[in-house]
């Protein structure tokens, strides 16, 4: 049974950056998209971007590129989700999600991690 | 961009009622539609995908419908653990988008 767990709680100065991880254990992980998604408090969900571990191939979403940088380490079966230029709006918990196939475009999210708390505060 | 529409934004409801949560995509979107449950501080939970298939293990009270631009999420016979909050997803495009949720209340 595949759990992906995320690094803990982060908070951050404005302009500062955070690097938060997501690693699978039990099970395949390279060959299924790993995206990043966030809810900031009292909020829905938004998506952040994926990355094919396979092939280290990612995508964002438009409002987060050029800040927004996603890899994928094989031999530890984790992804990380590094965030630059931190503003109080990107106050949020942050979330890895799994697809539910092996399959090299974006859908929907079968597995998730445990949430990340980040807070942007001077 | 593909926007998803869903409405009510609150509902309340009685255990053993049918509930109904709609959402409309700005665009037609197929049947590339899934369905989450979340509720207070947990990662949402997969119900619904390709707009009716049950994801494994998801009482069959949930289901799901529609094609093209709105899609529904049916809970026959809503129970006490049903109380939570709903979110639509399109990802139709390497861009997906939820909509803004359903939170559903013990009336």
């Known amino acids: 049974q595949v759990q992906l767990v995320q690094s803990g709680a982060e908070v951050k100065k404005p302009g500062s950056s955070v690097k938060v991880s997501c690693k699978a254990s039990?099970?395949?992980?390279?060959?299924?998209?790993v995206s990043w998604l966030r809810q900031a408090p009292g909020q829905g969900l938004e998506w952040v971007g994926w990355i094919l571990p396979i092939f280290g191939t990612a995508n964002y979403a438009q409002k987060f590129q050029g800040r927004v940088t996603i890899t994928a380490d094989k031999s530890t079966n984790t992804v990380y989700m590094e965030l630059s230029g931190l503003r109080s709006e990107d106050t949020a918990l942050y979330y890895c999600?799994?697809?539910?196939?092996?399959?090299?475009?974006?859908?929907?999210?079968?597995?998730w991690g445990q949430g990340t708390l980040v807070t942007v505060s001077s | 961009d593909i926007q998803m529409t869903q409405s009510p934004s609150t509902l309340s409801a009685s255990v053993r009622d049918r509930v109904t949560i709609t959402c409309r995509a700005s665009?037609?979107?197929?049947?590339?539609v899934a369905w989450y449950q979340q509720k207070p501080g947990k990662a949402p939970k997969l119900l619904i995908y390709?707009?009716?298939s049950l994801e494994s293990g998801v009482p069959s009270r949930f289901s799901g419908s529609g094609s093209g631009t709105e899609f529904t999420l049916t809970i026959n016979g809503l129970q006490p653990d049903d109380f939570a909050s709903y979110y639509c997803?399109?990802?139709?495009?390497?861009?997906?988008?939820f909509g803004q949720g359903t939170k559903v209340e013990i009336k």
């Open positions: 039990g099970g395949t992980f390279s060959t299924y998209p």
């Open positions: 390709k707009a009716s």
């Open positions: 997803q399109q990802y139709n495009t390497n861009s997906p988008a």
């Open positions: 665009r037609s979107i197929s049947s590339w």
């Open positions: 999600a799994r697809a539910k196939t092996e399959t090299t475009v974006v859908e929907y999210f079968q597995l």
